[in-house]
């Protein structure tokens, strides 16, 4: 049985939360009142489960075993050098608030189009599952939905950021803010909502580069979070321009040489897709790269390398390295020059992009650009010429790293290598990568029509929601099913994705869009073939969880008994 009281004198901590002014001196006055009637109590950096903590906080909390917390809002501050009134505050439990809680909250992913939405739906349906006020901002491709007003924001208690990428939060300046990414906010979305109450910030305006919860944790998921914000900027210009140069293609393979046929229409075509869309693919994700590392004043740093590794040669590896070298340049030529305050607006505008130009710009012609071109010549043409159990083992690989964790890092380390060999001219890993990334949620819902009475309602209708989001090349549709039984659902998925991808590399198959699912397979070079890819690995997941799946009434059986 538990005990709410305090145990013994020495047992009782102070914890002022945020370390904020109020808070200080509340729990001074606390500390003297409690001396006064016989009690030690010590201040604290965090909360012990296993003593009795006072808690000081700016705002409502419930209060839980030996931890209780105290609102300075709804504190009658006059009494604090009462100790019959501290002592009461030993013993009940921290106001709550009673007023609903208004929520915003801002999704966003690399591609703009899967997890920004279905994390959107997630944080919304939990949202007024609990009674609270709820608006969610989706960043998506086709830009901001949903917009948050300046009124909406001035009312909400909280902001919510599930972002994998680099967003504008300038509009939040002032308010408490906590941020994760889609993929938590999407399968744990309550656990999330009870750490945002916990661990909201005020935030202070400027940009976001990573989550607050430890320096190098931060350091490793901002690496991710800079690639993902290029490779989301850079995959318009990769799908325009893939399937202009398709479109010219369909005149004859070398139709675009002849500037005379059809009007030149071929070459104009070729001219917007390669000459413009692919040209400039490599200078915008190392661009955007650096404008996640540095802000404004790191993008042009970032398009001038990346141009530079483009016209070298050096592709997405180059591009790659002129992002972060870029965005770190400017970061630390932002830190080291200190300017008068007369002077400080040529930073910006002047002194940054000239440095940075200057320096990275050397970098890449004198140092970086000449073995990383060599490398990707080398990596290029083995590409093309690779036997095929070369490239059927390639295919496998990619394969499993499509199906590993479904639009993840693994996913998307997988994603944007395939995309990037599209600027140097290779097709076959876009291909494959593509064919693997439909497997998943295609698979799902076959396994749920030919086992039908292993799966619930919900996860029958779920197969269908599965089923079109798989034809549209979105691997996020199996997530319901990796959240309710992941170990089966990925080892499924990984088995028939490498299946489907080894075929498609082995069999040469090219595409020249990156994103589109079903309805770009007739720009592929062998339709047909890659049709039969896709269906013979979806029919080997499908089977094969079919197989494996246990039935939810059995899983109910057995959680009945256990009860009993």
């Not at 007003?149 to 009312?155: K, L």
């Not at 159990?389 to 993840?408: E, K, P, R, S």
């Amino acid at each position: 049985m538990s005990n709410n009281k305090p145990n013994t004198a020495d047992d009782l901590l102070l914890v002022v939360e945020n370390n904020s002014a109020l808070g200080l001196l509340v729990a001074k006055k606390l500390q003297l009142a409690l001396q006064k009637s016989g009690l030690t109590a010590t201040l604290s950096d965090a909360p012990n489960a296993e003593q009795t903590t006072l808690v000081i906080t700016d705002h409502a909390k419930a209060s839980h075993g030996n931890v209780r917390y105290l609102n300075t809002q709804t504190l009658d501050l006059a009494r604090l050098d009462d100790g019959e009134y501290c002592q009461m505050l030993l013993h009940t439990p921290a106001q709550t608030d009673a007023r609903p809680k208004n929520i915003v909250a801002v999704t966003a992913c690399p591609t703009g189009v899967a997890h920004t939405f279905m994390s959107a739906e997630a944080i919304e349906n939990y949202a007024k599952s609990q009674g609270w006020g709820i608006k969610v901002e989706t960043r998506g491709q086709v830009g901001a939905g949903n917009v948050i007003t300046d009124e909406e924001v001035a009312n909400a208690d909280l902001v919510f950021v599930a972002a994998d990428i680099d967003v504008d939060l300038s509009k939040f300046a002032g308010k408490k803010m906590y941020r994760t990414s889609t993929a938590l906010a999407l399968k744990k979305t309550e656990q999330e909502f009870a750490k945002a109450f916990d661990e909201a910030t005020l935030y202070q305006g400027g940009s976001v580069k990573a989550d607050s919860a430890g320096e190098n944790t931060d350091e490793k998921k901002g690496i991710y979070k800079h690639l993902m914000t290029g490779v989301s900027h850079m995959l318009p210009l990769v799908v325009a321009g893939g399937l202009t140069i398709v479109l010219s293609f369909m005149f004859g393979v070398e139709a675009f040489k002849d500037a005379e046929l059809a009007y030149g229409l071929p070459k104009a075509l070729m001219d917007i897709g390669g000459g413009s869309a692919f040209a400039l693919m490599i200078a915008v994700f190392a661009g955007y790269v650096a404008y996640s590392i540095a802000d404004r004043p790191g993008l042009a740093v970032g398009l001038i390398g990346g141009m530079l590794a483009n016209t070298a040669g050096a592709g997405i590896l180059g591009g790659i390295v002129a992002g972060f070298l870029a965005g770190y340049t400017v970061n630390f030529l932002n830190k080291v020059i200190k300017l008068p305050a007369s002077l400080s607006s040529l930073k910006p505008i002047l002194i940054l992009p000239l440095l940075g130009s200057l320096i990275v710009g050397l970098l890449m012609i004198y140092v970086i650009n000449p073995p990383v071109a060599s490398l990707m010549s080398a990596l290029t043409d083995w590409l093309k010429s690779m036997g095929e159990v070369n490239a059927v083992i390639l295919g496998l690989i990619l394969g499993t790293m499509m199906c590993t964790d479904m639009g993840g890092p693994i996913n998307k380390a997988a994603y944007t290598f395939s995309v990037g060999m599209i600027a140097s001219g290779v097709y076959t890993p876009i291909a494959a990568a593509m064919a693997a990334g439909m497997v998943p949620p295609i698979g799902m819902a076959i396994a749920t029509w030919i086992a039908g009475r292993k799966f619930n309602e919900n996860q029958r209708n779920a197969g269908k929601a599965s089923f079109v989001l798989g034809l549209c090349f979105i691997s996020e549709g199996a997530l319901p099913f990796v959240a309710s039984d992941p170990a089966r659902v990925i080892i499924s998925s990984i088995v028939g994705g490498a299946i489907a991808g080894a075929i498609s590399m082995g069999l040469g198959i090219q595409l020249q869009a990156p994103h589109g699912g079903l309805f770009v397979i007739p720009f592929v070079s062998k339709p047909l073939l890659y049709l039969m890819a896709i269906v013979i690995g979806s029919l080997v997941t499908g089977v094969l969880y079919a197989v494996l799946k246990r039935s939810e009434n059995q899983a109910d059986d057995k959680t009945k008994a256990v009860a009993v």
